[in-house]
C-alpha cells in the first residue's frame, strides 16, 4: 500500500486489475493442472475397472457354462431315471397284473383240488378232518399245575398256530431243549380269529347231501377246555349246560345245522319231509335218553341200550324221537335235555362235560312209487302228493313217533300204502367228552372212574378206526356203548367229519399233540365208497 500512496485512483485501479488478472492467471493454471491429473488418474481407474469387470464377467461366463453342463447333466440323468422308473413301473405293473392272474389261477385250481380231493375222500370213504384252534383265553393262564412260575409263565405262551388253511404248526418246546417245529395236515385248518360262521361254511354242504340221500356224522375231538361244545353248540349259559340262543352270530354247528336243514327241506315240497330229533347222552359207558319224560311229563333222563339189529345196524330201542318242525322248536328242546347232561368241574375247566352228547336229526323222506320222483317237477301232481302225503303219511307216523323204536335200523322202509316210501337219512352231532389223560386234570375217586371210562370209550374208538383202517374182519364196535352207538356213522355208511379241537397254550401240548394224532390215524381210514340212501328216483342235480 505503500506504492499506492501518492497515486490516483484510476491508477490504483488499474493497479489492481493488473494484480487480479495475475492472480487469475496464476489459479487457472493450477486448475488446468489438478485437471489433468485428474483426468489422468480416472483414466486409469476406469481402466483396471473395465479389466477387473472383463475377467469377472468372463469367469461368470465361464462358471456359468460348467453349471449349464451340471444342470443339463443332472436333468439327463432325471430323464434316464425316469425311464427307468416308467419302466419299472410298467414292469411292476405286469407283474401284479400276472400275480393277480395266478392267484386267481391257483384260486380256481385250489377249488378244483379240493373238490377232487373231497370226491377222492369219498370214493375211498375217508373221514374227514377239521382242526380248529381256539384264541388264548384268560383261564388259560390260571395255574393248575404243580410247576415253578417261570414254566407257568412259559406254559401259557401260544405254541399250535395255523401255518395254512389246511396246516397246523405246533412248536414243540421242553425245558433244556431246542424247540422243534412239527406240522400236521387236516382237509382245513381254523386259526383262532375265524369265526363260527366261517366253520359252518365248510360244514353246510354236507346238509345238502343229507337230502340226496346220505348219512352224516359231524363229531367235535379235543382235551376238556379245547372248544368242542363252544364249536358244536355256542357259548355255554353261565352255571348252566344250555347254550345261548339269542347270541345267532355265537351259534355252533348243532343249531345252524338245524337252521340249514329246515332251510332246504323249506324248498322241497311241503309234506315231503319231517324231521325227528332224539338226544342222548353217553356216561360212564351207559346211555340215557336226554328227551325221555317221566310219568308226569317231565324230561328225566332215562338210561336206554344200544342193540345190533338183524341188519347189523345200531339201534337204541324206545329211545324218543321228538317231531320237530322248525329250528327253534329244536333249540329249545336239545336245551332241555342238556340240562340234565352230568358234569364234574375238574381243574382243566370248571364247566367241563364228562360225557359224549349225541344229537341225532332223522329226516324222513316221502317217496312215490318209481316214477314219482320226476312228476313232482310237475306243479299240479306236486300239489296233489303233497296233500296225499301230508294227509295219509304223516298222520300215521307220527302218532307212533314217541315210542318208535328200530327206526333207524332200517334206513329204507318199504310201507304198505301203495307206491309210497319213506327214506330215512340221518344227520349224527356229537360232542365228545374230554380227551386228556387222568394225570393232566388231577382227579381222583368217582371223578377218576369218569375219566377212565371216557379214556376207555375214546380208545375203542381209536380201535375201531384202527380196525378199520386195517381192513380187519371183526371190528370192535361192541367194545363200547359210545362205539356201538356210532357204528353205523363211523363204521361206513355216512359222510363223517370229525372237529379237532385244540387248545393253542403250551402246556396243553401233550393233549394237543394227542388229538392231533388221533386226527391224523382217522383221515387215514378208508371204508370204501360212502353209500347213498337208495331213493327210487335219482334228486335233482346228482
Ligand atoms: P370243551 O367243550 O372242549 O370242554 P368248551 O367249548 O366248553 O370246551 O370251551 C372252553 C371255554 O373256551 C368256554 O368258555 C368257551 O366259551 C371258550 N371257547 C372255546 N372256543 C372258543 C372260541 N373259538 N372263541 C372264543 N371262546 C372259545
Ligand atoms: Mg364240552
Redesign the pocket.
Known amino acids: 500500500y505503500q506504492g499506492l500512496a501518492g497515486r490516483s485512483t484510476n491508477e490504483v485501479l488499474q493497479l489492481y486489475a493488473a494484480h487480479g488478472q495475475q492472480m487469475k492467471l496464476q489459479t487457472s493454471s493450477v486448475v488446468t493442472q489438478l485437471h489433468g491429473a485428474i483426468k489422468k488418474r480416472l483414466r486409469q481407474d476406469l481402466k483396471s475397472l473395465r479389466s477387473f469387470a472383463l475377467e469377472i464377467s468372463k469367469d461368470f461366463q465361464r462358471q456359468s457354462k460348467t453349471f449349464l453342463y451340471q444342470v443339463l447333466a443332472a436333468v439327463q440323468g432325471i430323464q434316464l431315471q425316469n425311464e427307468a422308473m416308467q419302466m419299472f413301473q410298467i414292469k411292476a405293473f405286469d407283474l401284479e397284473q400276472s400275480l393277480q392272474e395266478v392267484t386267481e389261477r391257483y384260486e380256481k385250481e385250489k377249488q378244483k383240488r379240493k373238490a377232487l380231493h373231497n370226491s377222492l375222500i369219498e370214493l375211498r370213504g375217508n373221514i374227514r378232518v377239521h382242526c380248529?384252534i381256539?384264541?388264548l383265553?384268560p383261564f388259560d393262564d390260571a395255574a393248575g399245575h404243580s410247576v415253578s412260575q417261570d414254566r407257568q409263565r412259559n406254559f401259557s405262551e401260544k405254541a399250535a398256530y395255523a401255518a395254512d388253511d389246511e396246516t397246523i404248526l405246533v412248536k414243540c418246546s421242553r425245558p433244556g431243549h431246542a424247540s422243534v417245529n412239527k406240522t400236521f395236515q387236516f382237509e382245513r385248518v381254523y386259526s383262532?380269529l375265524e369265526s363260527q360262521d366261517a366253520i359252518f361254511a365248510d360244514v353246510a354242504p354236507l346238509l345238502t347231501s343229507l337230502l340226496d340221500g346220505y348219512n352224516v356224522c359231524i363229531m367235535a375231538y379235543?382235551?376238556?377246555?379245547?372248544?368242542?361244545?363252544?364249536?358244536m353248540l355256542g357259548?355255554?349259559l353261565e352255571g348252566n349246560l344250555a347254550f345261548a340262543i339269542e347270541e345267532e352270530s355265537e351259534l355252533g354247528i348243532i343249531p345252524r345245522a338245524t337252521q340249514e336243514v329246515f332251510r332246504l327241506i323249506s324248498e322241497k315240497p311241503p309234506g315231503s319231509y319231517w324231521v325227528e330229533v332224539s338226544v342222548v347222552e353217553v356216561y360212564n359207558n351207559e346211555i340215557f335218553d336226554l328227551l325221555a319224560k317221566d310219568s308226569y311229563g317231565k324230561v328225566s333222563g332215562v338210561k336206554r341200550d344200544v342193540v345190533t339189529t338183524r341188519e347189523g345196524k345200531s339201534d337204541v330201542p324206545l329211545l324218543t324221537h321228538e317231531t320237530v318242525e322248525n329250528a327253534s322248536e329244536f333249540l329249545h328242546l336239545v336245551n332241555k335235555g342238556l340240562q340234565l347232561r352230568v358234569t364234574h368241574p375238574t381243574l382243566v375247566?370248571a364247566?367241563?362235560?364228562r360225557s359224549h352228547l349225541v344229537v341225532t336229526l332223522t329226516i324222513t323222506t316221502v317217496v312215490f312209487g318209481d316214477n314219482f320222483g320226476t312228476l313232482w317237477e310237475d306243479e299240479q301232481t306236486s300239489q296233489r302228493l303233497n296233500k296225499e302225503a301230508s294227509c295219509i303219511f304223516p298222520q300215521k307216523m307220527r302218532d307212533s313217533k314217541s315210542t318208535s323204536s328200530s327206526r333207524a335200523s332200517s334206513p329204507v322202509q318199504l310201507e304198505a300204502t301203495e307206491k309210497m316210501k319213506q327214506v330215512k337219512t340221518r344227520l349224527q352231532l356229537v360232542?365228545l367228552a374230554?380227551s386228556e389223560c387222568v394225570g393232566m386234570s388231577g382227579v381222583t375217586g368217582a371223578a377218576l372212574r369218569e375219566t377212565s371210562f371216557i379214556n376207555r370209550s375214546l380208545s375203542a374208538l381209536a380201535d375201531v378206526l384202527g380196525a378199520i383202517a386195517e381192513q380187519r374182519a371183526h371190528i370192535p364196535y361192541r367194545n363200547s356203548k359210545l362205539t356201538h352207538l356210532l357204528q353205523d356213522s363211523v363204521g361206513g355208511d355216512a359222510k363223517l367229519l370229525v372237529m379237532l379241537?385244540i387248545s393253542p397254550g403250551q402246556k396243553y401240548l401233550t393233549e394237543s399233540m394227542q388229538s392231533l394224532g388221533f386226527g391224523t390215524r382217522a383221515r387215514q381210514v378208508q371204508r370204501g365208497q360212502v353209500k347213498k340212501k337208495n331213493f327210487p328216483v335219482p334228486s335233482k342235480g346228482k
Open positions: 380248529r381256539r384264541p383265553l383262532d379235543g382235551q376238556t377246555g379245547s372248544g368242542k361244545t363252544y364249536t357259548p355255554q375247566h364247566h367241563s362235560s360232542d374230554g379241537c
